[in-house]
């Protein structure tokens, strides 16, 4: 007799958030053991002493829909159907031309159905959002999953500044509507900050702002009005937030591509973190 072995039982719960018929969850998996080789045993081993957990997310429908990015289904169960929601002509080529300009696939299949659906297992990290009618801003690759009654689409910058000298490039990935989102976020959520600015203004030295509500303006300015002090300051151009909403910035995210792309020497003089220099 075979044991019906439940591997969610092995999982622990880090983070969830409940729908009218939809659910989403964060798993993380204990300590990988299932090394076959000394190398990969090695590595195991190091990720092991860095708390580095593999993570997989999870959707329940009991009747709802949920749109995913392109690959990111691992396997699911239930009485679910899948399709890719195209929307005719028109629908196919607004769904290409968002993709062309924000680098986002163009096609994000939607599941609905009752059963339950199990994301790709990642190392990397998530937040869970609850947009309540709005409309959010966020950077390119950061969206995960949705309900479905969220619309992905792409936000066009107002300011040529944010254009050319921010680093965004001309479109974003704009998520809209009622619903819960799920996104891919490259520091630990408990490393983000997140401001709500009430007509006030948010200045970052770098390139770390992931997501901004639509009331907020993106900009990218001189630190100082004078060029000269601009330039002997050493922070060149800041980009600038302003107005009423919510920002989230990640500044350690800095910190983790100094460490990969220049170890721990690059972290002995950081010499600040902007690139955008004039």
């Not at 204990?30 to 000394?38: E, F, R």
């Not at 890719?84 to 609905?112: C, D, H, W």
């Not at 983000?192 to 907020?216: P, Q, W």
Request: hydrophobic share 40%; net charge neutral.
């Amino acid at each position: 007799m075979k044991a019906n072995i439940n591997f969610q039982n092995n999982l622990k719960k880090i983070s969830e958030m409940q729908g009218e018929n939809v659910s989403f969850e964060i798993l993380e998996y204990p300590a990988l053991n299932g090394s076959k080789d000394v190398e990969s045993a090695v590595m195991l081993s190091f990720m092991k002493d860095a708390n580095i957990k593999l993570k997989q997310a999870k959707v329940t429908l009991r009747g709802g829909s949920v749109k995913l990015e392109a690959g990111a289904l691992s396997f699911l169960k239930g009485n679910i159907e899948m399709d890719n929601n195209m929307g005719g002509i028109l629908g196919l080529g607004k769904k290409l031309l968002t993709s062309k300009v924000t680098g986002e696939t163009a096609f994000k299949p939607r599941y609905k159905g009752t059963g339950e659906i199990f994301l790709e297992p990642s190392f990397g990290h998530y937040a869970l959002i609850f947009l309540e009618n709005e409309e959010i801003v966020v950077d390119d690759g950061l969206f995960y999953a949705c309900e479905d009654s969220v619309e992905v689409g792409a936000y066009m910058q107002k300011n040529i500044s944010a254009t050319i000298m921010g680093n965004e490039g001309l479109f974003q990935t704009k998520l809209s509507g009622r619903g819960i989102v799920l996104l891919e976020i490259p520091v630990p959520e408990s490393e983000i900050v997140k401001y709500t600015l009430n007509n006030e203004t948010l200045k970052v030295d770098g390139n770390f702002a992931l997501l901004r509500s639509r009331g907020i303006e993106f900009t990218v300015e001189k630190s100082s009005k004078s060029l000269l002090s601009s330039a002997t300051s050493g922070e060149g151009l800041l980009n600038v937030f302003r107005g009423t909403g919510e920002v989230w910035i990640a500044p350690t995210q800095q910190v983790y591509n100094r460490l990969r792309f220049a170890g721990l020497m690059g972290m002995t003089n950081p010499g600040g973190s902007s690139n955008t220099k004039v």
